[in-house]
């Protein structure tokens, strides 16, 4: 059963009650480390791929600290923000930021995601308005000051379809 909605590049992924499509899958690392906000990640979600209400997307994204400085982690759907350390000082260690986005409507979303480090916890939730009928960027930055740095080190985005 073909998947409503679902860009015809990704039709015939999926079938039963609820379709999975894995969008992004990587384990390329990319650093920050310049007191500027950097782009680690960068995916373009194709225009109406969330053509129903309650598809969602679910996402991961791991890596590693360095350096004791403050360090921040952003994620962006739509330049609207999904996730937001604020300035955190993780020392040497890993993290796992997860998540989730759930369409409400044509330009209505909610969002959780968390983040989990040693030592550290930042767990957000809430609603926002992007237009799910364009393409949107899902955008992860980070910012690392003095001599700390961010390592993306893998990504994986997961789509969920509600079956017509």
């Known amino acids: 059963m073909p998947l409503h909605g679902l860009p015809a590049a990704l039709q ?12 992004v ?8 480390q310049d007191g500027v906000e950097t782009t680690l990640l960068t995916y373009t979600l194709p ?6 209400d ?4 679910f996402f991961e994204f791991y890596g590693d600290f360095s350096g004791a400085a403050d360090t921040n982690l952003f994620i962006r759907l739509g330049g ?7 300035a955190i ?10 998540g989730r986005l759930i369409r409400k409507g044509a330009v209505l979303q ?15 939730g809430g609603e926002m308005t992007v237009d799910l009928t364009v393409d949107n960027d899902l955008v ?15 990504t994986y985005l997961t789509l969920y379809i509600v079956a017509p």
């Open 110 to 124: 909610a969002y959780f995601s968390s983040l989990v480090s040693n030592g550290i916890s930042v767990n957000l």
């Open 12 to 23: 015939g992924r999926g079938s039963g009650l609820m379709g999975v499509v894995g969008l």
């Open 89 to 98: 000082d993780p020392a040497a260690t890993v993290f796992s930021v997860t």
């Open 25 to 32: 899958q990587s384990t390329t690392r990319v650093t920050n």
């Open 140 to 154: 992860v930055s980070g910012l690392a000051t003095g001599a700390a740095s961010i390592a993306l080190a893998g």
């Open 54 to 57: 309650g598809d969602s997307i």
């Open 80 to 86: 609207q923000p999904i996730f937001d350390s604020g």
């Open 47 to 52: 225009a109406s791929t969330m053509s129903r």
